[in-house]
């Protein structure tokens, strides 16, 4: 079993910057495949960035130049930067762990773009 605790949403404007963190229970972090999702209101949930154990990363075009998602296997931890946010960015980011063949989710962090 694999708990994900995500931190870092919140209220920010136009162009603004938020990190979100995402910190994993178990021994086998540094080879789990991590990602973000978001959820807007009213949409299905989507892909938003992911990495593998070899810290191979992708993304959705619609975040590409604005996020970066790493890892610290030092710490469990999964961190989305994200920069020049923009409205449409505003949902629920959900962090996702896939563990032999297993896939685990976070409670979700909202974030709101608003001015």
């Known amino acids: 079993q694999v708990q994900l605790v995500e931190s870092g949403g919140g209220l920010v404007q136009p162009g603004g910057s938020l990190r979100l963190s995402c910190t994993a229970s178990?021994?086998?972090?540094?080879?789990?495949?991590m990602g973000w999702y978001r959820q807007a209101p009213g949409k299905q949930r989507e892909s938003v960035a992911g990495?593998?154990?070899?810290?191979?990363?992708n993304y959705t075009d619609s975040v590409k130049g604005r996020f970066t998602i790493s890892r610290d296997n030092a710490k469990n931890t999964m961190y989305l930067q994200m920069n020049s946010l923009k409205p449409e960015d505003t949902a629920v980011y959900y962090c996702?762990?896939?563990?032999?063949?297993?896939?685990?989710w976070g409670q979700g962090t909202q974030v709101i773009v608003s001015s």
């Open positions: 178990g021994n086998f972090f540094s080879i789990y495949t």
């Open positions: 990495i593998t154990g070899g810290f191979r990363t």
């Open positions: 996702n762990a896939v563990f032999q063949t297993r896939s685990y």
